[in-house]
């Protein structure tokens, strides 16, 4: 996917200019998939070549790759001024225009909203070729629909659903939260289904009890049924995400560090006691940001940023007042933890290594941790940018300069290691 910050100015650049941004694996996928055999060995700069080439030549055989939906999307936006672009909710995976190259997409802060735009020379070779491609895309609907009808039950969604553990259910609840209820539009619905489900899926964030997913299953299981009932085509669509969630396999969350964490942890009561757990564990946020920087860590090191996130928000729940300031001109140790745990989440997220799986793993473990903990300020821009991927966030300033500063002083004290953070 081109993925770009939004100048107006872009529209107006040839497709060559803006392939070669694209990551080389993506290239050869689209490559592959246009039947074309390109061995791993070949450049980056030739693959793209080879790509835009077939892109700017072949406008019927890439449009008969996409769905109707998409197509009538792209329709929309030949129709819009030169620069102008066109926003979706951005979804769990990417749309094929934005896949294939179509389009330019600039996602907002919060990564909920995609805006995609055509470039110009993109337009003039597209536009002739649309309509007959909604057309026969339509057709092949059509054909499809009558073969799912067939195969997929109504009673499927209850086996998928049943099928879930309780950690993985908590995880498919956070993703039907955020794909319909938060964000989505919800066309067949009463009023107290949702409110009902909101309450039953706030149960389940903030208990162990493996009864409370099938609480919450139940409401998922009477929308699917008006969807059915209702829009055919929509519960389709709704049963291949749901599918997809509930198959897929989140990263293995054990942390190599618990055993020294747990160790050096006991749950303050005073300030004196918080000032003493901080300096027990304050060395551990740089272990796991040079852990990150480590080939084939990235993965280890999250899963030590969530147990030291776990361990916090579980104290934070227990006992708010350690981290709210008493004074204006003295921060709280453990305040200050939450700071350094903030910045060190922020520096994962904006790090290329970490593959964007993680990361979008990442965040369904943070909305899990904030509804049951309320650990983080939801007003706040950090917040925010928690939930942003691949924006580069620099080591060296802001509140995790003044963290390293700090360890730069305690080094006598603690094991102190600095290869890059």
């Excluded at 979008?360 to 007003?379: W, Y």
Aim: include cysteine.
């Amino acid at each position: 996917m081109i993925t770009l910050r939004y100048p107006y100015y872009m529209s107006a650049l040839p497709l060559a200019e803006v392939m070669p941004v694209l990551l080389k694996e993506d290239l050869l996928w689209m490559a592959g998939l246009f039947g074309m055999t390109v061995p791993k060995s070949k450049k980056k700069e030739a693959v793209a070549q080879m790509v835009t080439e077939h892109l700017l030549t072949h406008p019927k055989e890439v449009l008969s790759l996409i769905p109707s939906n998409e197509l009538k999307m792209l329709r929309e936006m030949v129709k819009l001024e030169s620069g102008s672009y066109l926003s979706r909710k951005t979804p769990s995976k990417h749309f094929w225009i934005q896949s294939l190259g179509l389009v330019i997409t600039y996602e907002d802060k919060k990564g909920k909203r995609s805006n995609m735009m055509m470039l110009d020379e993109m337009k003039s070779i597209y536009t002739p070729y649309l309509d007959d491609a909604i057309k026969n895309a339509g057709k092949r609907n059509d054909e499809e629909k009558n073969v799912k009808k067939t195969v997929v039950q109504k009673d499927s969604v209850k086996g998928i659903l049943d099928g879930l553990d309780h950690l993985h259910g908590k995880y498919v609840h956070t993703w039907f939260m955020e794909q319909y209820i938060n964000y989505g539009d919800y066309e067949f619905r009463n009023e107290w289904l949702v409110d009902g489900y909101c309450e039953s899926y706030n149960d389940l964030m903030r208990t162990n009890d493996p009864l409370r997913v099938k609480d919450a299953n139940k409401y998922i299981q009477a929308f699917m049924k008006e969807w059915y009932r209702d829009d055919p085509a929509r519960y389709y669509e709704a049963l291949e995400l749901l599918q997809e969630w509930a198959l897929h396999q989140f990263m293995d969350m054990e942390a190599s560090l618990k055993g020294r964490i747990d160790r050096d942890w006991f749950n303050a009561v005073t300030e004196e006691e918080a000032e003493e757990l901080y300096n027990r564990i304050v060395g551990y946020p740089l272990e796991i940001c040079n852990m990150m920087h480590e080939d084939g860590r990235e993965e280890e090191a999250v899963a030590n940023l969530f147990y030291l996130l776990e361990m916090t928000g579980d104290l934070y729940r227990f006992n708010q007042d350690l981290f709210e300031s008493k004074s204006s001109s003295l921060v709280p140790k453990m305040k200050l933890m939450k700071w350094w745990l903030t910045e060190l989440y922020l520096i994962v997220k904006g790090n290329p290594k970490v593959n964007d799986e993680i990361k979008s793993d990442m965040d369904f473990f943070l909305m899990d941790l904030q509804h049951r903990t309320q650990l983080f300020d939801e007003a706040s821009t950090k917040w925010d940018d928690m939930f942003t991927d691949n924006q580069p966030y620099a080591e060296d300033d802001g509140l995790w300069k003044h963290y390293k500063e700090d360890m730069m002083k305690r080094k006598n004290d603690i094991v102190f290691v600095s290869r890059t953070c």
